[in-house]
């Protein structure tokens, strides 16, 4: 898939609450690098995994399901799902989600059917890619992500 940058920015931009499906609260998943990043620059993050609900990450209690947060005003859609999970994920979402907009689907994460779904709804989809890399990226954080910019010596 190819997204231009102008379009990735504005939907960077306009999100403001994000639903994370998937999250872990293991510092060292990805999922939880990239709730805390996004947390960390603004964004209202709320994680979604039925085995932690009731704690706390990114500073917003756990839940266990989407249709929790129907009130929240959750207008983003982060998913740390296997493919396949997404179709039934993303009918959730429409089904419960008055205000999403966007659907978000990770690095290694597509589901045409889903995508199609959503944008039919008229939301915008994102497949294959990573907010908080495409964030770095976009708004001249790149270097600050941890990102090896150096050259490494061959003498170590």
Request: net charge neutral; aromatic share 6%.
């Amino acid at each position: 898939m190819s997204y231009s940058d102008a379009y990735l920015k504005s939907l960077l931009t306009r999100a403001k609450t994000i639903a994370v499906v998937g999250a872990s609260p293991n510092p060292v998943r990805p999922s939880n690098y990239v709730g805390r990043y996004l947390s960390r620059r603004g964004y209202r993050v709320i994680a979604i995994n039925p085995g932690h609900a009731g704690t706390e990450l990114f500073g917003e209690t756990v839940r266990a399901g989407l249709d929790e947060l129907a009130d929240e005003g959750v207008d983003m859609l982060d998913i740390f799902r296997r493919s396949d999970a997404v179709p039934a994920i993303v009918d959730e979402a429409l089904a419960t989600l008055p205000d999403l907009r966007l659907v978000w689907m990770q690095i290694g994460v597509r589901n045409e059917e889903a995508a199609a779904t959503a944008e039919a709804r008229g939301l915008d989809v994102v497949q294959d890619r990573c907010p908080k890399i495409e964030h770095q990226r976009l708004f001249g954080e790149l270097r600050k992500g941890g990102f090896a910019t150096g050259v490494i010596s061959s003498k170590l």
